[in-house]
């Protein structure tokens, strides 16, 4: 085919893409200038990294297989994609890890100058997978990426590893040709990028170019594709993954509650980025401390909010367990604080780069004694803000620890975001017992919600004595009385019940009543509301309910499990949230669906099992 | 902490009843800290005190200011967040050789390192009394107890070596029985800009009874203690003829008069050295070979933590230009639909 034809273009509504290579090979990177070009083009999106515990594997090795999946359209797009309809694989291993991954009829780009013996030893590869039959199912481009990348460099200056390290972009060049997607948004993030550095900024664009190019010539891809920009609400927008809306979400309620952001913590993948992120906050006055461990990460988080700063602490599984012995004292001493758990694979160290929702149960019951907290679960990357928000919305009014829990996939996962306005969300009213105030008694109850005030160190004529002894009723001096104890017991309890009053109501998609309720909570939102509007396209009749407030669950909570004959709860564990629904609602029965494979669901699965339940199989 | 109020020392007891044995060394320990906080002329509502898990930790119950009874060994990381909190508030830890070295000995090593501004009162009786008397990270070795009926096999901690080996900068000795010492060291460890460690040996009169004895007997404490006092010479003894010599790097009793030892051969104190060196070797002196040293041992002032964060926050926030929430969701990348 000559240069000056043009290929014929397909609409397209929604395309996966997943690059994949070596975790050295950039990556995240090209997903993410990707992503960012799509987003300005107009369509909706959802990315999602898989990327490996370590740090740098073997290279060439499965295990240093580094992806990054985005999923854009001129349609709805809630989930990364369950399958790709692109595979890049810089290499063997790439090739390994992902072709399970791809569509049947999907495309699939290889750097066919890595496809060498040695490299097909090290992914572990017998002899040449492409010469597989099962490739047949696939359109395999096979692009001379490195030995391209090196000839469009050569007149540069430049060392052999700098242009290696470029070839990335080669193949972004060539997914933006397939895709028909401009260049100038990545051409000004790398003027941006290596202002400093001239050649590598000419290396880059002129990689970039040659990938478009050798694109549009070659005559293995016959023709291109357009995915259309998507009606989109208006407003400002940005891309952010759950992690820094967790973050910025935080800093939303200190200005609002008008209160210094204090966050102890301990890095601990995958919730370090929110502590990396309030580290770079100091314009914002934040106070971040990265604490010893775990336990003075929380510890350090209790003392600057009994001093009155909106005290947060954040982790994952394994700290979340250091963190138990602590979370009883901030229960007892009734001080806000919030406890951001981003759920990952376990028990113990488990998979720590991989999603999980199996700390539901500790994070509503993991303590000794009676130790009620309120806890919430943010359900896509971008609402981590709002409930983040919520959760020291309610910490603060309501004198309670509050654990948030979002999970990897969230943590990691991106998607556009309308910015909001700080003026549009709601003031954060903390019950601070000022100087001058009348009787003081710590542990008083201030109103129907059962909250204590707060009388912060420096306040004249209130000193008082908190801690981790059973307290007097309304005094809140030591107390062994049998009866009070029960009394305390019970206050602390009401008090995390009556949050219920603060609460939306559970909304509900799809009819009021029916034959079938689909539930879920947290993180799976994307994937069961997406089989859900794809069955109902279909014509099959159910509804969905998705929790983001768990103790305590919304008012009408019963009232909606009542009203369908069958309940389906969908979770990425053994069942901790239908077991709890039992619990809570004795005499209802509940199907589960489960998956516990450190993956999140796929929507294809999520279909077939709801089928199945709707044809009575 | 500019405001000087004028209090009584029996302004700083709460109206609870004090629950300690009769005979513990905690009460005296107890009557110092009311004296020194109302030495001090920091009005009441500006004193947090923050404990752990322990006979010494009920401390907060006895205290009437703001106090906060934690849970075992964090005391430290507690307090480390009430001050970065307000710097203002005067902040006390009280802790136990259990709670600080055992169950606590993480926090309390970078505590000291980071040099939070905190007074961090250490009763050391040498066993858990609360659990009722097995032996602690303080315990001699072959001490017995009901942990160790046959003798503990492990060497101890010393207080003072773990400070100074966490870089720490204010490190103080006293007795139970010593309110004037312990009130004037507290006084020190108060105004002290720093991370203060002030180590008390405390009698458990149940658990430990005399444990302390072989310094505290009244016929020869005078020459088993030395009380150091900053550019004096270290002369002690019951006629005040012993003293402290620096000899082949090593520390050494000497007596005065003998071998033509004066006083001008005698160690000064100087708890503002910049070396830990001889601070750490006075730290260490025990019985038989030495007195046992009291006292400021060392006191180096360098700037706060809290003051430090407190910088760099006004730096950056002068220097950037997202000044509130709305600005930092508008910068970087954003688009317009």
Request: hydrophobic share 40%; charged share 20%.
């Amino acid at each position: 085919m000559a240069d000056n034809i043009k290929k014929p273009v397909r609409e397209l509504e929604n395309v996966v893409i997943r690059f994949s290579g070596d975790s050295g090979d950039g990556m995240q990177l090209t997903g993410t200038l990707f992503s960012d070009t799509s987003a300005l083009f107009g369509n909706y999106l959802a990315t999602f990294p898989d990327y490996p515990a370590e740090i740098r594997a073997p290279q060439g090795t499965v295990g240093g297989v580094s992806g990054f999946q985005v999923h854009f359209g001129h349609g709805e797009v809630n989930t990364p994609g369950d399958y790709a309809d692109v595979l890049v694989a810089m290499n063997p291993a790439a090739l390994k890890a992902n072709t399970k991954w791809v569509k049947s009829g999907g495309i699939i780009i290889v750097d066919i100058d890595s496809f060498t013996e040695k490299n097909f030893q090290k992914a572990g590869y017998n002899n040449d997978p492409l010469t597989d039959p099962k490739m047949k199912d696939y359109n395999v481009i096979q692009a001379p990426i490195t030995s391209l990348t090196q000839e469009s460099l050569k007149d540069l200056n430049l060392d052999n590893k700098s242009v290696l390290r470029s070839k990335n972009m080669f193949a972004l060049g060539m997914v933006y040709w397939l895709f028909d997607r401009p260049m100038d948004f990545t051409n000004k993030f790398f003027e941006n990028k290596f202002k400093k550095n001239p050649v590598v900024l000419e290396a880059n664009k002129t990689v970039l170019k040659a990938g478009y190019q050798y694109a549009e010539s070659s005559e293995a891809l016959q023709s291109s594709y357009s995915v259309a920009p998507a009606k989109i609400e208006k407003g400002i927008y940005r891309n952010i993954n759950g992690n820094v809306a967790t973050a910025w979400g935080l800093l939303a309620a200190a200005e609002k509650s008008k209160l210094t952001l204090f966050l102890g913590s301990y890095p601990i993948t995958p919730a370090t980025d929110i502590l990396q992120e309030l580290s770079t906050r100091k314009d914002l006055g934040v106070k971040t401390f990265q604490a010893e461990d775990e336990i003075a990460g929380i510890c350090s988080a209790i003392g600057a909010s009994f001093a009155g700063h909106l005290a947060v602490t954040t982790t994952s599984g394994p700290g979340l367990s250091l963190k138990t012995e602590a979370t009883g004292l901030a229960v007892i001493t009734e001080l806000p604080l919030v406890i951001v758990n981003v759920q990952r694979g376990g028990p113990s160290t488990g998979l720590p780069t991989k999603t999980e929702q199996a700390d539901l149960l500790q994070a509503i019951y993991g303590r000794h004694g009676e130790s009620p907290l309120v806890v919430l679960a943010a359900s896509t990357p971008s609402n981590c803000f709002h409930y983040a928000f919520v959760a020291a919305k309610i910490a603060l009014e309501h004198m309670t620890p509050v654990i948030l829990l979002t999970d990897g996939f969230l943590a990691n996962g991106s998607e556009p975001w309308k910015i909001p306005e700080m003026k549009d969300l709601p003031d954060i009213k903390p019950p601070l017992i000022k100087e001058g105030a009348e009787d003081y008694k710590p542990y008083k109850r201030l109103n129907d919600n059962m909250v204590r005030g707060w009388a912060v160190p420096g306040t004249k004529g209130f000193e008082h004595r908190l801690g981790g002894l059973e307290k007097m009723a309304v005094t809140g001096a030591v107390s062994y009385v049998p009866e009070n104890h029960q009394v305390m017991v019970n206050e602390r309890e009401k008090k995390v019940e009556a949050v219920v009053n603060d609460i939306p109501d559970l909304k509900i998609l799809g009819e009021e009543s029916g034959e079938l309720l689909l539930i879920g909570w947290g993180g799976t939102y994307g994937h069961l509301y997406t089989a859900f509007r794809e069955l109902r396209k279909e014509g099959f009749k159910l509804s969905y309910i998705h929790f983001n407030y768990i103790k305590p669950f919304p008012k009408n909570t019963a009232q909606i499990l009542n009203s369908f004959k069958k309940r389906l709860v969908c979770e990425l564990n053994l069942g901790q949230m239908a077991n709890y629904l039992r619990m809570k609602f004795e005499g209802l029965s509940f199907l589960q669906y489960n998956k516990v494979q450190g993956l999140p669901f796929t929507v294809i699965e999520l279909k077939e099992q709801i089928k199945k339940i709707l044809e009575g199989k | 902490m500019n405001e000087q109020v004028t209090l009584q020392p029996k302004d700083f007891k709460s109206d609870q009843e004090v629950r300690w044995c009769a005979g513990c060394g905690d009460h005296a320990v107890l009557s110092a800290v009311h004296r020194a906080m109302a030495q001090t002329g920091i009005p009441r509502e500006k004193i947090a005190l923050i404990s752990g898990i322990g006979c010494s930790s009920r401390f907060p119950y006895y205290m009437n200011t703001y106090a906060f009874h934690g849970i075992h060994g964090r005391a430290p990381a507690i307090a480390s967040g009430v001050k970065m909190a307000n710097p203002d508030l005067s902040v006390w830890v009280i802790t136990g050789d259990g709670d600080a070295l055992a169950i606590g000995g993480n926090h309390f090593i970078h505590v000291i390192r980071r040099n939070i501004n905190l007074n961090i009162i250490l009763l050391n009786n040498q066993i858990y009394g609360l659990t009722k008397g097995q032996y602690s990270p303080t315990s001699f070795q072959g001490q017995i107890s009901k942990t160790s009926p046959f003798g503990t096999i492990e060497p101890p901690f010393h207080p003072g070596e773990l400070t100074l080996g966490a870089q720490g900068n204010f490190f103080a000795r006293s007795l139970d029985y010593n309110v004037k010492l312990t009130t004037d060291i507290l006084v020190e460890a108060a105004k002290f800009q720093g991370t203060s460690v002030v180590e008390v040996l405390q009698n458990c009169v149940i658990y430990n009874d005399n444990a302390y004895g072989y310094i505290n007997d009244k016929a020869y404490k005078e020459d088993r203690q030395l009380i150091l006092e900053q550019g004096k010479p270290m002369i002690f003894g019951k006629n005040n003829d012993k003293g402290i010599i620096m000899e082949d790097m090593q520390l050494k009793v000497v007596k005065l008069g003998e071998n033509g030892i004066t006083e001008k051969n005698i160690l000064i104190h100087d708890a503002k050295a910049q070396s830990p060196l001889i601070h750490w070797m006075l730290a260490k002196m025990n019985f038989p070979e030495f007195p046992v040293a009291f006292g400021v041992i060392r006191a180096v002032e360098e700037d706060t933590y809290s003051l430090k964060m407190k910088r760099q926050i006004e730096y950056i926030q002068k220097n950037s230009k997202i000044k509130n929430v709305d600005d930092l969701l508008r910068s970087g990348n954003t688009w317009e639909v």
